[in-house]
DNA sequence: TAGTGGTCTAGACCACCGG
DNA sequence: CGGTGGTCTAGACCACTAT
């Protein structure tokens, strides 16, 4: 509700969600339409359409032009992750930040890295491994390409200095990105960077992104032992 | 841009970020108000209001009352993905789903779980373990802890043939909802479960729900190994 | 306190798609 | 083709917060 007595949006959403989850609405019923919620609730319709796709947005309706808004009978779990630079991930862990350059070279990307890139070609790029730390212990194990031709300037950037990480996140925002997790066990090279043992299990990001259609970039993350990602609830001024 | 020649918010968006990924808006900076924009590009205040907003959720740019819109100087990935019902996500798979009741008790919950559950003493609460299988082999394990105090009728549900997954998702919508990702070596019990080796590394998504306040279900899901979690992108109407 | 984003309204027209 | 959601406009007022 505004000051006055006028319905707001969220007003309206929860409204609706309420009844829902009452049961009143089931799985696959179909809405009034938004003009007539409009009229039953005393408000505007663009106050309802907004409420509607907040409810939309979060996978709990359907909305079809002619078919009305329906229940979603087959509910999904919709969950946002934030993945911040690895620094301010780390100190937003109580860490320190450290940060430890591996290995820089120019490679011939192999055929998988340029189907993830979805470039046709295998093609030479810049191949940076680096080790992120938290109070100078192991936190995350990055295997990076990246493109030189999307990114050149990568080539003059001291990476024993500043993180490829935080150099294309600032210089290089990305129009795409894809984000894949999965667990996988420590190999032998892993295992004794991240000081661990061989076999444990990592939790791994695996995360490419492009400016237009141009690849910029390819990480596999895995991250020390005991990592765990959360739901973004803080705030939440994103459920929008 | 509409069939007249009208700007849509979508256009207005990419103009913006268009002026942001060329640098033009470089991170920190500070954006137009938003009733310049519009008489630049003579369109409604509205419209800029709706890209904003998108540019906003997206973790593009930070807007605050009387501060303005800036350049978000620390840029985030933010990810959404989709968790549906077990069944469907193996049927999306492309497999054949199955499902076994492994346990079925009424226990006392440990501490720890009454803490996720954010209920202040133990309860006796519903404890259900079920393997879903994809094609007969085993796909995810689920140790769950269902309130019966919000969910009486599960103790009528015969779990051996319907999944409590499944039963809760259509019978129990909840308002809030927490999921955290992890890595975790399999155990004895989860490897011979999940026909795995011991120490496997598997992918575990720990969910809990809640119905305004009150508990439903909290649940561990230990995935056979190879899961991996995709960022949700086709169709994308969700970017909002 | 003044400036900026946030929201509501009322009305119009468009785009999509189910019957 | 007709019904429903999607979007744009123009204007008003409110709410937050930087200065």
Known sequence: MTAD?????RAVRDRIHARILSGHYAPGDRLPRDADIADTLGCARSTVQRAMQDLSDSGIVERRRKGGTRVRPDPVTRATF?????RREVEAKGGRYGYQLIRRALEETPRTIAATLEIGAPERMLRVEALHLSDGRPFMLEDRWISTATAPE????D????????????NRPYSRCDVRFSAEAAGEREAELLGCAPGSALFVIDRTTWIGTRPITTVKAATAPGYELLTRTPGDQGAM
Do not use: F, Q
């Open 5 to 9: 007595g006028r319905l707001s949006w």
């Open 82 to 86: 934030e993945i911040p630079v690895t």
């Open 154 to 157: 990568i080539l003059d950037v």
């Open 159 to 170: 990476l024993s200095v500043e993180s490829a990480n935080e150099w294309l996140v600032v």
